[in-house]
């Protein structure tokens, strides 16, 4: 994210290389001269406490308001773009409350996004600026980045992972294009774009990296490969080795609450694994399986939200993530699925996670979302929705049959749609589990 040092790296590019390139975007670019005069001819003033919401865009606008509120250490808070009117109202309602309070976040300024709220209420998130730094210095030195980097964006900007490919990357000097919106779904396109800008860096969610890799158009001048968000699946990897044959192919693990905390190198991944900690980052699992850890990175907590997720362990604050995990005889540590996913059906405890994994693994499966819902009974059912590649012959029967095998009969989906429609996603670029099934049972008939 945006920092006032991250903007002091900005205003010292403009200075040293003023016509290079740092914003690219559908409707043109933006030199480091420009970007430096637009967010100088944009700053207001106000009260230290007046948090500016700025909503993502894809043309540079967000970058240039979020830097101007640096200048005078104001928060800004960054939603998505298609923020509706009960997603900012209940923002504005947050930040009044916010600002009549008092806390230990009362005076915190810097960047603040917002969790994806596809459990519930969105939780604002406020950034240590300071960690936001040493995130900065980590990547910079991490994956090369300088003057040469040119990073395609492909996720939301109020999305964490803009830390690297957008805020990073200005700050070492380098280029940021941002990908057209409508390209987002289209990995042609995409495949493109990253040969005619002559992409170095390219950060994604699975789901776009698996789009690119499918699109069978080799980008050999990529450089560093990132998936984040979610487990790459391991099944598509030789499409994604081909795409980028001179690439490191990276998989990195963190929530919006601690930024990056694990790496792996793809291309020796196995199925669940996590990868090694990032420099500085501790971590250790608790009684339950819950992984707990502590980076130089983690955020400063919730503006809306109470924050006994942070606690102070011997000097060091410790979140406790809600991921479970499974530690293998030589040292491996793997996600088995999150304490929030865990539900009881028909008395018998079940991962949402174990049953998407399995439908995922199934030929002719690209992705698959299981949700569950309460029965009049006060039980629950699981409901699920699986994508599958136009003109296979996958189903309902196999699937059912995948589940009962590797899990148990209680673990079988009550009802399961087949589409092969993309899954809709949330404001940070994650599938919208509730929206998937939602959107599939409004189809049917009654």
Known sequence: ????????????????????????????????????????????????????????????????????????????????????????????????????GSGPLRNAHGLWTTTSGSTGRPKIV??????????????????????????LSLSPINFDIATLDVWAVLASGGQVVFASREDLTHGPALAAAARTHRIS?????????????RARAPMPRVRTVVSTGDFYPLETLPDLDSAFPRAGLWSVYGSTETNDSFILDLRRATAGE??????????????????????????????????????????????????????????????????????KVRG???????????????????????????????DRELLAAVRVEPGTAVTNLALRSAVSSALSPTAVPSRTFLTTEPFPVTGTGKTDRNSAIRRLLERQPT
């Open 1 to 100: 994210m945006a920092t006032p040092a991250v903007w002091a790296s900005i205003q010292d590019h403009a200075r040293h290389r003023p016509e290079a390139v740092a914003l690219r975007f559908a409707g043109g670019s933006t030199t480091y001269a420009e970007l430096v005069a637009a967010v100088r001819s944009s700053v207001t003033g106000g009260p230290p406490d007046d948090v500016r919401v700025v909503r993502a865009d894809r043309d540079g606008r967000a970058v240039i308001d979020v830097l101007s509120a640096q200048t005078f250490r104001r928060p800004a808070l960054l939603i998505p773009h298609d923020a509706g009117a009960e997603y900012t109202s209940r923002i504005s309602r947050d930040l009044r409350s916010f600002t009549r």
């Open 201 to 213: 860096l390219l950060q994604a969610v699975p789901v776009v990296l698996t789009l690119l890799a």
């Open 274 to 343: 996590l990868g090694n900690p990032v420099d500085g980052v501790r971590y250790r699992v608790d009684g339950t399986g819950e992984l707990v850890v502590s980076t130089p990175f983690q955020a400063l907590g919730y503006v809306n939200a109470p924050n006994d997720a942070w606690r102070a362990v011997q000097g060091r604050r410790e979140f406790s993530t809600g991921d479970l995990v499974a530690t293998d005889t030589d040292g491996t540590l793997r996600l088995t699925g999150r304490s929030d996913r865990q539900v």
């Open 126 to 151: 406020a950034h240590d600026p300071e960690g936001i730094d040493r995130f900065v210095h980590w990547a910079r030195t991490r994956f090369a980045l300088g003057a040469d980097t040119v990073s």
């Open 348 to 378: 018998t405890r079940l991962s949402l996670d174990a049953v998407e994994a399995v439908l995922r693994h199934q030929s002719g499966v690209v992705d698959a979302v299981v949700t569950a819902r309460g029965r009049g009974s006060g």
